[in-house]
């Protein structure tokens, strides 16, 4: 069965964005965008391939669909990329956004966990949630990994990684790497 990965950069103290989306907070680092772009090719949206030495063509190592919020989803938008990750088979869910006008994009007004377990019991790559804080909330009971690309910045404030209620769910580490200025990437499979 297909899994639901949920793969986030984090600050240390839990936010995946600024109050306003930002996230150009995360300090970068050659040795970890090689890394990152080596191991998981499929993160690396369809229109930046070229910028980072790949083939718009690069093959799918892992995933095959991506599944994300509109605050996800809306940086390409407002950079007029409609299909971020054209690589992938994608969907946003947002009961907010309206329409998409790119076919290669299926808007998800309502139901997230039951797409999530459509999309599971089809064939296939894994599922990459990509984002954001209360779709990851939302869909907490079908996460099967997390992927947290941990770096060394405090935000303050922002979009936490899980923005939904008090539900403590239990996840064991299956690996750490320290990669770059220090950042740490850390596997979890739920327990």
């Known amino acids: 069965m297909r899994k639901l990965v949920y793969y986030v950069a984090v600050s240390l103290d839990g936010y995946i964005a600024g109050p ?6 995360y300090p970068s680092d050659a040795e970890m965008g090689a890394w990152l772009n080596g191991r998981y090719p499929e993160f690396v949206p369809s229109h930046l ?13 892992r995933f095959d ?14 950079e007029g990329v409609t299909s971020p990750y054209a ?8 009961s907010t956004l309206g329409r998409i006008d790119d076919p290669a994009v299926e808007l998800v007004e309502r139901d997230p966990v039951g797409l999530v377990r459509e999309l599971k019991r089809q064939d296939g790559k894994d599922i990459w949630l990509a984002g954001g804080g209360l779709l990851a909330a939302a869909l907490l009971e079908e ?7 941990s770096y060394p910045v405090v ?3 922002g979009v936490p990684a899980f923005a939904g209620e ?6 064991r580490p299956t690996e750490r790497k320290a990669i770059g200025d220090g950042v740490q990437v850390s596997w979890f499979t739920r327990t």
């Open 20 to 25: 306003a989306g930002e996230f150009d907070f």
């Open 49 to 61: 391939r070229p910028l980072v030495g790949m083939a718009v063509d690069e093959p799918n190592k």
């Open 65 to 78: 669909t991506a599944v994300m919020g509109r605050r996800s989803y809306e940086p390409a938008l407002s």
């Open 87 to 94: 690589h992938l088979k994608q969907y946003v869910v947002s």
């Open 143 to 149: 996460i099967d990994e997390l992927v947290i690309k």
């Open 155 to 157: 935000a303050g404030t």
């Open 166 to 171: 008090f539900r403590p769910t239990l996840f």
